[in-house]
């Protein structure tokens, strides 16, 4: 039997108990139900420096999440929309990954707003992962309208977005099988 595939959850906020981290959480749950093994980097206990900061280069944490990306085969970016694009929290991550980390390997993408459904954070982020050589899967989730987005037991109030969640779990893990070398 193959080695089960590896998913690794970056959230765009630092505290995993966010709307980003919640969603997160959804999916990689999701992922391991169809087989993967799955992995989050908590940037609230381990944060990254901004790329070039002082004694960046040298960062135990940037090594740590270095390895943990070249040890997966797919990655899942949740980010919140600020200002009409991803964090910097999101966007400070990437800038800490390069080809040799994730060429070939697969990205599913999800963005979440306070306001209304926008694809710029997704569009965004796609452009991001193709620099490093990713492929991005098609299905993509953009959740508007964050505070009303979850019900008392954090799940996803509207259907149609909780099967985009699905649709987004499942490709990642058909299509990181299928690129996998
Ligand atoms: C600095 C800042 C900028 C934001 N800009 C936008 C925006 O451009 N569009 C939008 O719909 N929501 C905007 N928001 C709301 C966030 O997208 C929202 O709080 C976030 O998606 C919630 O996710 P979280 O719980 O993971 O932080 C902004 C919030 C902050 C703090």
Redesign the pocket.
Known sequence: MSKPIRVMGI???Y?LQ????RILEIILDQCRELGAEVTIWDHGANPLPLVGAQGSWEDENVSQFQTMATDSDAYILSS?????TMSGVMKNSLDWLYSKHTSGKVFGLVS?????S?NNTLNHMRIAARWIHGWVIPEQVAV?N?KKAFDENGEINDEAVRNRISALSKSIVENSKKLRR
């Open positions: 959230c765009g906020t505290d966010s709307a980003n981290g919140p929309e600020y200002h009409g979440t707003l306070g306001g209304q926008s508007a964050i």
